[in-house]
């Protein structure tokens, strides 16, 4: 079987249908191309075919290029990979230009064919790019998106797509699309200009052959391909295109600060090839998009935001276990974490119990998924009948005995050891002995609280984030005892609920958190040492941070730091490192001024909660210093503070992937995304560059920046990490 079949009807219309054997959404392969090209010249060629319909044989259109195939023609290509790379991009321009041009002869454009892309569900990336190469896309009506995603792993649309749409609407239209990777409903992909047409899901094929067979002339001659064609918004050189393209450079820039090469390349296509013709211009987008192939961030991107992060998501380090698909859950704590975990599973199709101590308290978590549920149907993604099914799966209550039949329960109450271990032995009085107990927290040892539990093989954590709705990320921690169900029953629930798990071993403040803490201390100790307050929020945000360190703890409030920190300390006694860090945030817990929840931390707020200017009576307190840090000596404080520690924990057995720490790491806690994670990092700077990097920071600031042994080791054999350990080897392999 080929990925591409054609049949020709008795109306005259050829229907090339992609439908990949084997697997539940198409994506393009090297080979598949060729095998269109041959389907496409035969309907050309052929005088009883009237038109062509490209379709799909399975629910979806597509879901894009299979980069795999991009990484396997680059490491194929010898010592010329750009050439391999770029050879391959122009090869697909070519039999795209084909499709589009349809047999017209160039100089009148007379003669060719009509081809409609019929659409039935969800269009992306290559997929998008073959549709806009037709001259009429129909799309069937329902939950299908399009869109051209590339920019969010690290690529741009390099098959067409951006010179084809930002000419079919102008550059400040097309920005949404390209720049921002937004996936559209066929109502507001039809208002972009990505479809021509939206209708019923029965009537999709229909609709598309009868365009085909009613097609005149001048609706198979694309604008680029008429004479007087004038680029939509204006031309770089026009006075109006020229203001677009100065607003989307600074728009690029602003969002981007610089460290991601696909969204500067894209734009460069765009006003480049806007000043040529159209066979040109796609040579422009092949030369840019082969640029960022070749970029080492582009590499990182596309291994830890695609590559590993699917690996993870299909069981890549699950243990041997039958399925453990869960059928009844259990949630105790009706809090925004327990309400929002109660939630993503309702919408998955679990049914819930969502148990507090108080029925007023459950209600209310409760009704934190009828709220969410409010503004998915404000924003038209939501049904009123979905509404309905998910909150019937709901029941809010105060009985543990509800809990009977529940395979697994997430507990999400109160940090405390006691109140956990109450709370605990409550559920194993009700529940089977073949239950899975897992705990929410984020800070507190499993081993410890599992000797709750009448079965700690049974016993696990599993440490969502917050807002649980709107985070991928889900870190599920091992205890000592626990068992491989255990480990299978998180797996596949997390599967359920559609987002991406990371398995570590348990340690204090296991992996996610273990980093993040440093990152937001350095920060704080820099601000005790007189460093511009702004010079190191900044400095984040030009790594490609989400949030700088001391927004950071705004935003997870100051209180909260303080209570880690007393905890912290009362467990380390005089090895306790952070007694600096601790002093600014007990000084700014006793002003009253706790983070954002309280309106006042690092940063102002005005009443609203928007978040203003840092606070300048921090200088009051801690006055800046008059000689400041150069940019870059901040920036690898912050880096290392957290790249160290993810070392350590893989170097230490508590993180036994390295795949798993950089997809946790950028899904977590938004960790540089353009570097592919802290092992992605390391690798692209080369691990000598580390230690040195290391070295000059262990003898300025102490002893927290020393190199790992682990690093060392990998420095002094001159490999790198996934060179190593990107199969999934454990660091005892070294």
């Known amino acids: 079987m080929t990925d591409f079949t054609m049949q020709k009807d008795a109306d005259g219309v050829a229907i090339i249908t992609w439908d990949v054997p084997g697997k539940s959404m198409n994506v393009l392969s090297r080979d598949a191309f060729a095998t269109v090209e041959a389907l496409l010249d035969d309907a050309l060629s052929d005088d009883a075919v009237k038109g062509i319909v490209i379709t799909s044989g399975k629910k979806d259109f597509a879901g894009g290029m299979d980069l795999n195939v991009l990484a ?18 122009m090869e697909g321009h070519r039999i795209l230009r084909k499709l589009e041009r349809a047999g017209a002869d160039p100089k009148t454009n007379k003669g060719g064919k009509p081809v409609a892309c019929a659409i039935p569900g969800l269009a992306a990336g290559i997929g998008t790019e073959i549709a806009l190469a037709c001259h009429h896309r129909v799309m069937a009506e329902g939950k299908g998106r399009i869109g051209l995603p590339e920019i969010m792993v690290g690529l741009f649309p390099g098959g067409g797509g951006t010179t084809r749409y930002s000419r079919m609407v102008g550059a400040m239209a097309a920005a949404p699309v390209l720049l921002e990777g937004k996936m559209l409903d066929p109502a507001r992909a039809k208002s972009a200009g990505l479809i021509d047409a939206v209708v019923p899901a029965n009537d999709l094929m229909q609709a598309a052959k009868d365009w085909v067979l009613n097609a005149g002339p001048a609706d198979i001659v694309k604008p680029w391909d008429q004479k ?8 770089p050189y026009h006075p109006a295109g020229f203001m677009t393209f100065v607003g989307a450079s600074a728009m690029v820039n602003g969002q981007t600060q610089g460290v991601f090469p696909a969204a500067r390349a894209l734009l460069s296509a765009i006003y480049e090839g806007a000043l040529v013709p159209f066979d040109t211009a796609l040579k422009i987008e092949a030369r840019w998009f082969t640029s960022v192939l070749m970029d080492p961030t582009s590499t990182a991107m596309i291994r830890s935001l695609f590559i590993n992060k699917q690996a993870l998501e299909k069981g890549a380090n699950r243990p ?30 679990i049914d819930v119990v969502l148990l507090d101590q108080d029925q007023d308290a459950a209600d209310r978590g409760r009704a934190h998924s009828e709220s969410l549920l409010d503004k998915g149907i404000q924003r038209k993604k939501v049904t009123p009948e979905k509404k309905a099914q998910v909150m019937g799966r709901i029941t809010a209550t105060t009985d543990y005995e509800a809990l009977k039949g529940c395979d697994l329960i997430v507990e999400a109450v109160f940090e405390d050891i006691g109140v956990k271990a109450q709370v605990t032995k409550a559920v194993d009085a009700v529940t089977d002995a073949d239950c899975i107990f897992a705990t929410n927290t984020s800070t507190l040892p499993i081993g410890e609280l599992a000797k709750a539990s009448k079965d700690a093989g049974n016993f696990i954590g599993i440490h969502f984030f917050s807002p ?37 071993n348990d340690a204090r403040f296991f992996y996610a958190n273990r980093c993040i803490i440093p990152y937001i201390n350095e920060g704080v100790r820099m601000v005790k040492e007189g460093v511009e307050p702004a010079l190191i929020e900044n400095a984040a945000k030009l790594l490609g941070f989400p949030l700088g ?6 935003e997870t409030s100051i209180d909260l730091g303080v209570k880690i920190a007393k905890a912290t300390r009362a467990g380390m006694g005089d090895a306790y490192p952070d007694a600096e860090v601790d002093e600014v945030l007990f000084w700014l817990a006793d002003q009253g001024r706790l983070g954002r929840k309280a309106g006042a931390g690092f940063y102002t707020y005005d009443d609203k909660g928007k978040r203003g200017l840092l606070w300048d009576g921090l200088e009051g307190q801690y006055p800046v210093a008059g000689d400041q840090p150069d940019l870059t000596r901040v920036q690898h404080r912050l880096m290392m503070a957290q790249v160290l520690e993810a070392v350590r924990a893989f170097e230490q057995g508590v993180l036994e992937d390295i795949r798993e720490g950089d997809v946790g790491a950028v899904l977590g806690w938004g960790f540089a995304p353009w570097s592919g994670g802290p092992f992605g990092w390391l690798d692209m700077i080369g691990p000598a560059r580390a230690v040195a990097i290391c070295e000059t920071l262990e003898r300025e600031y102490g002893a927290r920046f020393a190199a790992p042994d682990l690093l060392r080791r990998i420095a002094d054999d001159g490999t790198i990490f996934y060179g190593r350990f990107g199969g999934g080897a454990a660091a005892r392999a070294a």
């Open 549 to 554: 360190p001391l927004q950071l703890v705004d």
């Open 228 to 235: 007087g064609w004038k680029m939509p918004g204006g031309a």
């Open 320 to 349: 041997d276990a039958p399925d453990q698909s869960v059928r009844r859950l259990g949630v105790l704590g009706a809090g925004m974490m327990g309400a929002g975990i109660a939630y993503v599973a309702a919408n998955a199709g």
């Open 468 to 504: 649980v709705d709107k985070m991928l990320l889900v870190e599920i921690i091992k205890g000592e005892a626990t068992g491989d169900r255990a480990v299978a029953k998180a797996l596949d629930f997390v599967r359920q609920i559609r987002k991406t798990p990371i398995v570590v």
């Open 72 to 89: 396997t023609i680059r490491d194929q290509a010898g010592d010329d990979p750009a050439r391999a790379l770029f050879d391959f991009t």
